[in-house]
């Protein structure tokens, strides 16, 4: 990796690049540091450091502190990845949108206007809903005065908005999915903070052998993690594919190999999002509306709460994290139900003369690959729940609580390798031309 990216920096094309991309970086950690106009930024700091068991943190972590710091990038891109999940959702559900999405470049062009105008709007209600449900607790300093409402919603609306075009034009002027890169730069910035509050507990003022093993032990997790987070990235069922030979005019053609690539972790992050923000909803809409439910409800809620998982005091909020692995291996099969149709590619093979050695085509493909799938899927399912609650179990057993966890990993590690990937791309591309012009 190092290698390839001192190779890149040779090249001024992709010098300039990467310039740009860290450019565009730095504006961001800065204006995740400028205040919204008219707030009280100790209130929020407050009143984030009482909610237990990181209910927030994720978020936190997402938006690299500045929804901590209530900074003009409060909201940061989440709306921009609510609004694409959405789109990805309603593609399917929606004839017209899936007509888009099969119209090439120019219906991709039309999804993406409409994934913009859908951020925005989301933005709009996540900074009226925050504006509104803290502004009179001690989130505004003048509660009374209407434009001071009007403002903290408009900086934060635009805020988002312009994280989502900062994202975009690193798409096309930088290296890699500027969005995916704006996130993965979020999840770092808090990372030293979150190793630093880890040294706080188990190294410092502690003997040097209880010291040195707390280090060991540390950093052993996070290498592990990301290595099981290399695996499941890189892991990959290929189903062969033969290609039957036919007449072309007066030439025989086909007759190649070929190959169906299926990831083992084909929904990538999703599901793990999607079960957080399930079990996270009933949670943060109790801390909004101020309502502390008792009794019953009470001890459901404390289930949900992931930062009650595994404590030995009261093992039957554990429970929760049971609904939680359930959640997640629910939704990577439906994910990857609506984003890969065995039938569609039988068919698709079956157009092309293509079939997969000892399989007929037509509904037996189909089938097989449908059946080959599932397989996959629920490997890669148990891979990704295995990297999800690591974190939820070591915070609970030695209460190692950190911002940054399975989800955030999964994140860096995929955005990193595929970053690289384009890089290298680029240079192989850049070589061609070379090559072609001598």
């Not at 407050?46 to 936190?60: E, K, P, R, V, Y």
């Not at 509306?289 to 009261?314: D, H, M, Q, Y």
Request: with cysteine.
């Amino acid at each position: 990796m190092l290698t390839t990216l001192r190779n890149a920096l040779k090249i001024r094309e992709i010098r300039n690049k990467l310039l740009f991309t860290f450019a565009m970086l730095v504006v961001i950690r800065i204006g995740s540091q400028l205040p919204v106009p008219g707030v009280d930024r100790t209130y929020f700091a407050n009143w984030f450091a009482q909610q237990t068991g990181g209910t927030f943190s994720f978020f936190d972590a997402i938006t690299g502190g500045s929804f901590i710091n209530m900074s003009i990038l409060a909201l940061n891109i989440s709306p921009y990845i609510t609004s694409s999940i959405i789109m990805q959702l309603l593609t399917i559900a929606i004839p017209k949108l899936e007509e888009m999405q099969r119209d090439g470049e120019d219906g991709r062009k039309k999804i993406a206007s409409i994934t913009r105008y859908v951020t925005v709007v989301l933005a709009l209600i996540q900074a009226t809903a925050m504006a509104v449900g803290f502004g009179r607790q001690g989130l505004l300093m003048n509660p009374d005065d209407p434009l001071n409402y009007i403002t903290a919603i408009a900086a934060m609306t635009a805020g988002s908005a312009f994280l989502m075009w900062i994202g975009e034009r690193i798409t096309e002027n930088g290296v890699g999915n500027g969005i995916s890169i704006v996130l993965v730069i979020n999840i770092i910035s808090r990372i030293p903070s979150d190793l630093g509050n880890l040294f706080a507990q188990f190294v410092f003022g502690k003997p040097f052998a209880t010291a040195a093993v707390a280090v060991v032990v540390i950093f052993a997790i996070i290498l592990v993690m990301v290595v099981l987070v290399i695996i499941l990235n890189g892991g990959t069922r290929k189903i062969p594919v033969q290609y039957a030979q036919k007449m072309q005019g007066r030439k025989l053609v086909g007759g190649q190999s070929s190959s169906i690539p299926l990831k083992v972790n084909t929904a990538g992050v999703i599901p793990i999002i999607f079960a957080q923000s399930i079990m996270q909803f009933p949670l943060i809409i109790c801390t909004f509306i101020g309502v502390t439910p008792s009794g019953f409800w009470g001890e459901v809620l404390s289930g949900l709460n992931s930062g009650n998982w595994c404590k030995t005091a009261r093992p039957i909020y554990t429970l929760g994290m049971l609904l939680y692995i359930v959640l997640v291996i629910f939704f990577a099969y439906f994910y990857t139900s609506i984003t890969f149709n065995p039938l569609m590619v039988a068919d698709n093979m079956k157009r092309q003369g293509g079939f997969i050695p000892g399989i007929r085509p037509g509904k037996p493909t189909s089938d097989y690959l449908a059946k080959v799938l599932n397989y996959v899927i629920f490997i890669g399912a148990v891979g990704l729940t295995i990297i999800g609650i690591l974190p939820y179990v070591f915070n609970g057993l030695f209460n190692a609580s950190v911002s940054f966890g399975g989800t955030s990993l999964i994140i860096i590690v995929s955005v990193v390798l595929e970053t690289m990937k384009q890089i290298e791309s680029q240079m192989l591309v850049r070589n061609y031309k070379g090559f072609l012009n001598d």
